[in-house]
């Protein structure tokens, strides 16, 4: 079924968050206002569109602006990084964060693509686990 853009997506506080930014965003969102950028947190893949508006009445005029945003798969590669000699192999395997907790993905998968490139070796996915 179609998803609603909030179950994409959902504002993050920049208080909540790990990252910095300007004072006067900070005391901005401590009196429930928004600033120039905002924080957003993909929940689970879909798209949605964001709408953004400026609310002072001067500028009722502006048309809001929409923004269509993905939101993908969080995967990570075990080993994240691996240095080989010629005709090695390497066993991997892919976690997915999803909800807060890794969980394991069957490798090869429908949904997940791993692209290597031709001038860095050869993909066998035999070795996928």
């Not at 893949?45 to 809001?64: C, E, I, R, W, Y």
Request: overall charge neutral.
């Amino acid at each position: 079924g179609n998803a609603k853009g909030t179950d994409i997506l959902r504002f993050m506080s920049w208080k909540d968050s790990p990252y910095n930014t300007e004072p006067i965003l900070e005391k901005l969102e401590s009196q429930g206002s928004q600033g120039n950028k905002v924080l957003l947190e993909g929940i689970k893949t879909g798209s949605a569109k964001v709408s953004v508006k400026l609310v002072d009445a001067q500028h009722s005029s502006v048309p809001a602006a929409v923004e269509p945003l993905m939101v993908v798969a969080n995967l990570f590669l075990l080993p994240p990084a691996a240095n080989i000699i010629p005709c090695a192999s390497l066993d991997y395997t892919a976690n997915q964060f999803r909800g807060n907790r890794l969980i394991p993905v069957k490798l090869p998968s429908p949904n997940h693509n791993l692209v290597v490139p031709a001038e860095l070796g050869a993909l066998d996915t035999s070795l996928a686990r």
